[in-house]
């Protein structure tokens, strides 16, 4: 009960952060909290949430249904591809990163322009340059998130062989 | 030995078959209906969201730019100064006063204005306002700034819609174009002084304007009027630029430039018939 009413707040928060950044600095939050959560929590719990959460996207943004979904469904897929020609681990793994971040907003651009208007977007010099200015910040994050992440579970298990 | 079949490898390509089948229901008539509880919980965070993002890229914008601000400052106390010997209080009043008369009469009589504010205008040659089902905005609507068009409405939630706007690659509209000399607010029979008829389409930056008669007149500066069925009224969209002169063409072509610049907009109208 206490995890539904956690995730039911956390979605709330994450939606006003996600306006309120893209309006800024045309910044997603969505996808680094995709990101984040790939492959470290249970998949059902993942496809759920990011449908969800991807939905929610549509509504508030007047994207088609689904169009975020179908986005991140590509950029899963896309990540497995990736994982053949850049290893996964390491610091290399931060360029595939880059590089699905760089993939979703072009996605979310053209798969948004052609379900709601039926016309391919005109992507210019200074969009794509928008686009690995944000990329880049969101890679960025993404080390800082990985770097905590790998700190707490240090102290974690520091002191489970304390105990030992 | 057979394998086992594991659900987990496959999850991936379940979940791009499970979006693709949502994009498809999205298409229907159902889409709109899943997608509104979730508008009628979500919208007010977004909007608030969207809201604050605002208030503070403006004080992002605004110190950005200080070194011109304080440029302008001082031009501007020295452009006062020079008023204030030249006497132009009344002057300024005067124009005040005119240009005040000038907007009452540019206003369309017929129909129910409906004021929204922009909530955004990020997206591909379209804008979000504040406005949306509950005050009663359908698909379709005209949004307008005085005479001026400004877009059509395209899609709706409960507290909130799009507007398409005549960049949009999508949107194309029949047009009149009249010669500059017209006085849009006295000319009530302005169909004796059309140039040339055209249509007009969204280039993402720009608005293309085609098939002008290749023997009109039609030269830059002219005004371009929306006269088309979906608007209704007849609606100024912008000046005439860049009229092509290619003799071997059947017609001519240009661009027109918008009236207002849409990322400056902060208030519109929709007018409900």
Known sequence: MIKVLLITISIFVLLFLESFL??????????????????????????????????????????????????????????????????????????????????????????????????????????????????????????????????????????????? | MRKKFDLKSYSKLLFLIFSIVLVLLGQTALGDRIKYPFSYIFSPIHVYGSNVGKGVNNWKEALIDASSYIKEFNDMKEEIARLKVENSEKLLDYNEYLSLKEQSTFVVNEGKYIQAKIISNNMEGSILINIGKENGVEIGDIVILGRVYIGMISDVSLYSSRVRLPLNPSSSFEVIVLPNSVDLNKENRIDSMVKSTGVVIGKSDNILIENMGINSEVKDGDFVLIRDSRVGDILVLGTLLGVSNNPASTNKSGFVSPIFDYGNILNVYILKK
Do not use: A
Not at chain 1, 110 to 117: A, Q, T
Not at chain 1, 124 to 139: A, E, G, P
């Open chain 1, 22 to 164: 893209f309006e800024i600095f045309s910044f997603s939050l969505f996808i680094l909290f995709v990101l984040t959560l790939w492959k470290r929590i249970n998949p059902v719990v993942f496809y759920i949430l990011i449908t969800l959460f991807g939905v929610i996207l549509d509504s508030v943004n007047h994207f088609p249904l689904g169009t975020h979904v179908l986005v991140v469904s590509l950029l899963l897929m896309f990540l497995d591809l990736l994982s053949v020609v850049i290893p996964s681990e390491g610091k290399l793994q931060y360029f595939g990163i880059f590089l699905s971040i760089s993939l979703y907003y072009i996605l979310l651009l053209v798969i948004g322009s052609l379900l709601r208007d039926n016309v391919f977007p005109k992507i210019d010099v200074s969009k794509l340059v928008n686009i690995l200015f944000v990329s880049i910040i969101s890679t960025f994050f993404c080390i800082v998130i990985n770097r905590l992440l790998k700190v707490f579970r240090y102290e974690d298990s520091r002191g489970k062989l304390s105990l030992d």
